[in-house]
T-cell receptor
Framework: DAGITQSPRHKVTETGTPVTLRCHQTENHRYMYWYRQDPGHGLRLIHYSYGVKDTDKGEVSDGYSVSRSKTEDFLLTLESATSSQTSVYFC??????????FGSGTRLTVV | GQQLNQSPQSMFIQEGEDVSMNCTSSSIFNTWLWYKQDPGEGPVLLIALYKAGELTSNGRLTAQFGITRKDSFLNISASIPSDVGIYFCAGPRGAGNMLTFGGGTRLMVKP
């Protein structure tokens, strides 16, 4: 969707290094979400935000932190990357009641 | 853990065939959503269902919200190559308008 940009699109990093993924939206949506997608597991929620500086954990939050200092940006940080965090990460914003709009994803490989 | 179970996990069909996939849960959901993910992109909302028994169509797609509120199905009629992708069901849970997703049904269409 043109209103959500994720960066980078691809990243390879080494085990133990910190990594930050960025989600930028231009639509001024209040709610933003980070999901990870793995084969057989569908999409699982990592963290979400319901406003500037307001965030909460999802079902797979261990090893991840988030920050939202501006409405338009939601950052996901892997504090010390592990191979189990190799995944495709999607950011989403909420439009209406449950209409999520997703970004195009970031493919992260931890070697 | 994952609360929505999708079947089948994958399907390989001939162009022109009709497709049926479903999603079940041990918990009641008050809303069911179906998303489609094209290769290399984020999921896109196809259909939203808000009432038990509701049957909703979107072009060649038809989805129904089960009477028990524990299941939903999605049908695609006269499949075409661009129907290829992963189809996810989703339902809301908890605070923050969070969605839980099924594991997905991967659809492949042979021209």
């Amino acid at each position: 969707d043109a209103g959500i940009t994720q960066s980078p699109r691809h990243k390879v990093t080494e085990t133990g290094t910190p990594v930050t993924l960025r989600c930028h939206q231009t639509e001024n949506h209040r709610y933003m979400y980070w999901y990870r997608q793995d084969p057989g597991h569908g999409l699982r929620l990592i963290h979400y935000s319901y406003g500037v500086k307001d965030t909460d954990k999802g079902e797979v939050s261990d090893g991840y932190s988030v920050s939202r200092s501006k409405t338009e940006d939601f950052l996901l940080t892997l504090e010390s990357a592990t191979s189990s965090q190799t995944s495709v990460y999607f950011c989403a914003t909420l439009v209406g009641a449950y209409g999520y709009t997703f970004g195009s994803g970031t493919r992260l490989t931890v070697v | 853990g994952q609360q929505l179970n999708q079947s089948p996990q994958s399907m390989f069909i001939q162009e022109g065939e009709d497709v049926s996939m479903n999603c079940t849960s041990s918990s009641i959901f008050n809303t069911w959503l179906w998303y489609k993910q094209d290769p290399g992109e984020g999921p896109v909302l196809l259909i939203a269902l808000y009432k038990a028994g509701e049957l909703t169509s979107n072009g060649r797609l038809t989805a129904q919200f089960g009477i028990t509120r524990k299941d939903s199905f999605l049908n695609i009629s006269a499949s075409i190559p661009s129907d290829v992708g992963i189809y996810f069901c989703a339902g809301p849970r908890g605070a923050g308008n969070m969605l839980t997703f099924g594991g997905g049904t991967r659809l492949m269409v042979k021209p």
